[in-house]
C-alpha cells in the first residue's frame, strides 16, 4: 500500500499567483542529486523562498507567515519544463496534498497522481476568484471531494466539478501505486489463472 489515502480534505491555502512556473522553479536542478524523496520539501521555489546567503525572502508567500495549508494555489500552466517527478516530490515532502491551478503541464499532472498529489483544474474565472478570496482573507479553506471531483470554496459555497483519470482517482483513494493496484487483484489473477490450468 502507498503511504496515504486521499477522499476529502478542508484546509487553508497558499497562493503562489504566478504564471507558467515550471519545474526548475519548482525545484532547481541544483538539487537533483538525490534519489530518496524525502528532504525536497525543504528546496522547494529555492530560489524565490531564500537569498544567497540562505535568508529567507520576506516577500515570498510561504515565508510571511500570514498563509498556510495543505493546498498550494498556482497561477496558470503549472508545472510546465522539464519532466522531472522531483517537482512532485518537493511539493509533497513541503506538505501539500493538493495543488490547484487553471492547467498543469501532463508530465507533471502525471507525477503527482503518481505521487499522491492531487492537481485540481478549474476554470480561469474560479482560479481567480479563489486567489481574490485567499488574499483578502488567509484563513479562507478550500474543500476538495475527490468522491465527487468537486472543489468547493468554504466562504460561498461556489464549487466546480474537476476532471481526473478514473483509474489514478481510484489509486489515490485507496493508497495504491501501480505495483500496489496489481497486488490488490492477486486472488482473482490466481483464480484465474487456477481456472485456466489443464489436468492430464
Request: hydrophobic fraction near 40%.
Amino acid at each position: 500500500m502507498s503511504k496515504k489515502t486521499f477522499k476529502k480534505l478542508i484546509s487553508t491555502c497558499i497562493p503562489v499567483q504566478v504564471d507558467n512556473v515550471d519545474t526548475d522553479q519548482i525545484i532547481p536542478a541544483r538539487f537533483l542529486k538525490a534519489t530518496s524523496r524525502e528532504g525536497f520539501g525543504e528546496n522547494l521555489f529555492r530560489d524565490w523562498r531564500y537569498n544567497a546567503d540562505n535568508t529567507p525572502k520576506a516577500d515570498f508567500v510561504m515565508n510571511s507567515g500570514i498563509y498556510s495549508g495543505r493546498i498550494l494555489v498556482a497561477g496558470n500552466n503549472f508545472g510546465c519544463g522539464s519532466s522531472r517527478e522531483h517537482a512532485a516530490w518537493a511539493i509533497v515532502d513541503a506538505g501539500f496534498d493538493v495543488v490547484v491551478s487553471s492547467f498543469f503541464a501532463d508530465i507533471f499532472r502525471g507525477n503527482s497522481l503518481n505521487n499522491g498529489l492531487l492537481p485540481v483544474q478549474v476554470s480561469p474565472a474560479f482560479l481567480l476568484e479563489i486567489f481574490n478570496a485567499v488574499n483578502h482573507n488567509p484563513k479562507t479553506e478550500l474543500e476538495v471531494d475527490l468522491g465527487s471531483q468537486l472543489i468547493t470554496l468554504v466562504s460561498t459555497g461556489h464549487s466546480e466539478q474537476y476532471e481526473i483519470n478514473p483509474y489514478k482517482k481510484m489509486c489515490l483513494i485507496n493508497g495504491y501505486d501501480d505495483i500496489d493496484y496489481i497486488l490488490s487483484m492477486k486472488d482473482k489473477v490466481e483464480a484465474y489463472e487456477k481456472s485456466k490450468e489443464f489436468n492430464f
